[in-house]
């Protein structure tokens, strides 16, 4: 797989927008960029993905630059709930294994 | 509730006493997966499963058997756990939403052999 990368981490304050970016410059076309989540103590959950166009849906929204080698989760208020590590994963489908997590961005928010 | 469990949540063992960790998830998915989550190293990947009776290594499937009889189910087996084996466990099922496999994990299970 084609790896990501993200900053370690990140701070936010409450009812803020967060932007957390992701580079994978050595993308292929027919990878998807998969965004999961984990919360402390919880398995990781799904966020988002997309493929070439801006994606948005009730948790976030995900914008894929043109050249695709770069793409920024964003959170439009961030809550205390949504302080997790945010995890930016390319994949495949025609791949028979599933997605490889990195080191993530863990994202604080400040009340 | 769709939802992938797993059981037990917590267990402490001894090096050596064989134990299953199960899964099962009620949304019909053909696809599962295992995954070992560790300090600094993240989440890898032991086994997965892409229907019945169909199950392929993972990154890191050494020390790990597991089965597929039926859909909803896909256990872990450590025939001989050892210290190194203590990590967090999570199951995952997965299915196509928009074109791509999207996975739904269980809340996973804290294995500490000792």
């Given at each position: 797989?084609?790896?990501?990368?993200?900053?370690?981490?990140?701070?936010?304050?409450?009812?803020?927008?967060?932007?957390?970016?992701?580079?994978?410059?050595?993308?292929?076309?027919?990878?998807?960029?998969?965004?999961?989540?984990?919360?402390?103590?919880?398995?990781?959950?799904?966020?988002?993905?997309?493929?070439?166009s801006?994606?948005?849906?009730?948790?976030?929204?995900?914008?894929?630059?043109?050249?695709?080698?770069?793409?920024?989760?964003?959170?439009?208020?961030?809550?205390?709930?949504?302080?997790?590590?945010?995890?930016?994963?390319?994949?495949?489908?025609?791949?028979?294994?599933?997605?490889?997590?990195?080191?993530?961005?863990?994202?604080?928010v400040?009340? | 509730?769709?939802?992938?469990?797993?059981?037990?949540?917590?267990?402490?063992?001894?090096?050596?006493?064989k134990?299953?960790?199960?899964?099962?998830?009620?949304?019909?998915?053909?696809?599962?997966?295992?995954?070992?989550?560790?300090?600094?190293?993240?989440?890898?990947?032991?086994?997965?499963?892409?229907?019945?009776?169909?199950?392929?290594?993972?990154?890191?499937?050494?020390?790990?058997?597991?089965?597929?009889?039926?859909?909803?189910?896909?256990?872990?087996?450590?025939?001989?756990?050892?210290?190194?084996?203590?990590?967090?466990?999570?199951?995952?099922?997965?299915?196509w939403?928009?074109?791509?496999?999207?996975?739904?994990?269980?809340?996973?299970?804290r294995?500490?052999?000792l």
């Amino acid at each position: 797989d084609a790896k990501t990368t993200q900053p370690n981490s990140m701070e936010s304050n409450e009812e803020e927008p967060v932007h957390l970016p992701c580079n994978h410059s050595t993308i292929s076309g027919t990878d998807y960029i998969h965004w999961y989540r984990q919360l402390p103590s919880q398995g990781p959950e799904y966020v988002i993905h997309g493929l070439t166009s801006n994606v948005n849906n009730r948790m976030a929204s995900l914008a894929i630059a043109e050249d695709r080698k770069s793409s920024t989760l964003i959170l439009h208020r961030a809550t205390l709930r949504d302080a997790a590590v945010y995890y930016c994963i390319l994949r495949n489908n025609n791949a028979g294994n599933m997605l490889t997590f990195g080191g993530g961005t863990r994202l604080m928010v400040k009340p | 509730e769709a939802q992938v469990t797993q059981n037990p949540r917590y267990l402490i063992t001894v090096t050596g006493k064989k134990l299953t960790v199960t899964c099962s998830q009620n949304m019909n998915h053909e696809y599962m997966s295992w995954y070992r989550q560790d300090p600094g190293l993240g989440l890898r990947q032991i086994y997965y499963s892409m229907n019945v009776e169909v199950t392929d290594k993972g990154d890191v499937p050494e020390g790990y058997k597991v089965s597929r009889k039926e859909k909803r189910n896909f256990p872990l087996i450590l025939e001989s756990p050892s210290p190194n084996q203590t990590s967090l466990y999570f199951c995952a099922s997965s299915t196509w939403l928009s074109g791509a496999n999207v996975l739904t994990f269980g809340a996973g299970s804290r294995l500490t052999v000792l």
